[in-house]
């Protein structure tokens, strides 16, 4: 028998669509959801990148579709998503992420759009196609993975800063227009995990160990480590949470 707590962290009967779910925190947070009992849609570049997600999630038996764009280009999303009435999706996980590492005087305009269309435009966009039908249904929830950087400036990576302070801009004025037509919105910042997206940093042994230093809990975070609080704002127990950002950083913020 499922106890009144355990039914406030269960996801069964739901559907959750997660972006750039091919690997690092993505991948995590879809399997996290899987077993948390929902069913998946899985956002990526190529059914290749998404396949060992996709046989990680049918083997716990919930349903898995895919939706195949470069969150990058606007046609594309709006391709891919042109049935997501549809599949009616109940949680919507922004996460898909990209990066330019350079010292804001030699950043070029062409990475600069990258970034904001890939980070935020993006968020934007499958935010609005998806809460159509979510406001429609009187209950959804989104979450935007968000970053430190959406608090503080960072180094050598002004694109990626902008965009991500945007996130954080947008997590907040969708969750009051939405909040109280049941579509909560939330986001989650990460701190320094290992996945690609941190691969210079770890690789840099001056930038590694001043990052490490400030860490009190004196260690990098695993994709692991965001899934549980992804599926946490998604479920019952979140009920009451919206506009939220959730640092998950191991106490990096509060040093
Ligand atoms: N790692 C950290 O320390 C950290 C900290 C704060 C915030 N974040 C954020 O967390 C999110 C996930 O990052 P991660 O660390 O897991 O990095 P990652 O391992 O590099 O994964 C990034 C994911 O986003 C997808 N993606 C990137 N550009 C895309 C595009 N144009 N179209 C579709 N999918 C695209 C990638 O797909 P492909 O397989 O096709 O490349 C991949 O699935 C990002 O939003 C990132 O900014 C990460």
Request: charged share 20%.
């Amino acid at each position: 028998m499922t106890s009144w707590l355990q039914s406030q962290f269960s996801l069964t009967g739901k559907k959750a669509l997660v972006t750039g779910s091919s690997k690092g925190i993505g991948a995590s947070i879809a399997v996290a959801m899987a077993q948390a009992g929902a069913d998946l849609v899985l956002v990526g570049r190529s059914e290749d990148s998404l396949k060992s997600t996709h046989d990680v999630i049918e083997k716990l038996g919930k349903s898995v579709e895919t939706l195949i764009c470069d969150v990058q280009s606007r046609s594309e999303i709006s391709a891919a998503f042109k049935d997501i009435d549809q599949l009616s999706v109940d949680i919507v996980v922004n996460n898909a992420g990209s990066i330019s590492r350079a010292p804001a005087i030699d950043a070029t305009m062409e990475e600069w759009d990258r970034i904001i269309d890939t980070n935020l435009n993006s968020v934007f966009q499958i935010s609005q196609l998806c809460a159509r039908r979510m406001l429609q249904k009187g209950h959804g929830r989104i979450i935007n993975i968000a970053s430190l950087l959406s608090f503080q400036g960072g180094i050598n990576v002004p694109a990626y800063t902008a965009s991500k302070h945007g996130v954080a801009g947008i997590t907040k004025a969708l969750a009051n227009e939405w909040g109280s037509k049941g579509v909560n919105v939330n986001g989650i910042s990460p701190g320094y995990i290992s996945t690609d997206n941190t691969e210079a940093l770890r690789n840099d042994a001056d930038r590694s160990s001043s990052i490490l230093a400030r860490i009190p809990l004196g260690r990098w975070g695993n994709p692991e480590d965001l899934a549980a609080a992804a599926v946490f704002l998604a479920s019952p127990a979140a009920a009451y949470i919206n506009g939220e950002l959730l640092t998950v950083d191991g106490g990096w913020m509060g040093r």
